[in-house]
């Protein structure tokens, strides 16, 4: 059974082009951004908890800034 893409929920992080949310939305997906929302000046530990919260996929090109951010989350949730 394929998993039902439509229902995927993203948030881009501000190095993410506008033109990616577009075509996310043109493909039906529930698309917010840190420019949508007014995060323009958030950190990016802050983009990945609003990501979590808001229980969305956290679309990013800043692999290097993430990587760090990715282990600890993976580390830290599962004592929570």
């Known amino acids: 059974m394929r998993p039902d893409l439509s229902a995927v929920r993203f948030y881009l992080d ?3 082009s506008v033109k990616v949310a577009n075509l996310l939305n043109a493909k ?5 951004s840190a420019r949508s929302l007014d995060l323009r000046s958030a950190t990016d530990a802050e983009h990945l908890l609003n990501a979590a919260l808001s229980n969305r996929i956290l679309v ?3 692999f290097d800034d993430y990587e760090l ?3 600890a989350w993976q580390r830290w949730s599962t004592a929570w």
């Open 14 to 16: 501000n190095d993410v």
């Open 28 to 32: 039906g997906h529930d698309v917010v």
């Open 60 to 62: 990013s090109h800043n």
């Open 69 to 71: 951010l990715h282990d």
